[in-house]
């Protein structure tokens, strides 16, 4: 079993910049998949935001690329999200799922507000 607590979510105006952080309760070699999704108001799919093979190279949406940059810390087993130039429609709630063993997990999610 694996645990994922998303944290670093808030209200933050346009323009802004967040640093998201998703802490992984196993060892981070073990994960095959690591990525970020969103879930925006009003819609019950959550979309891709980034995602990043073990060993391979990030791939963003189009609606965040040059915009948000996703890695990662062994040290620290953490998948973080740096989010900057922040719009509206970014605001979402943030979700890090992984995938380990051929099982998916999830986490319960942070809250993005982008506003004025």
């Known amino acids: 079993q694996v645990q994922l607590v998303e944290s670093g979510g808030g209200l933050v105006q346009p323009g802004g910049s967040l640093r998201l952080s998703c802490t992984v309760s196993?060892?981070?070699?073990?994960?095959?998949?690591m990525g970020w999704y969103r879930r925006t108001p009003g819609k019950s799919a959550r979309e891709l935001v980034a995602s990043i093979f073990s060993g391979g190279q990030p791939n963003y949406a189009d609606s965040v690329k040059g915009r948000f940059t996703i890695s990662t810390d062994d040290s620290e087993n953490t998948i973080n999200l740096q989010m900057s130039n922040l719009k509206p429609e970014d605001t979402a709630v943030y979700y890090c799922p992984v995938l380990s063993r051929r099982t998916h997990y999830w986490g319960q999610g942070t809250q993005v507000t982008v506003s004025s």
């Open positions: 196993i060892n981070m070699f073990s994960l095959e998949y």
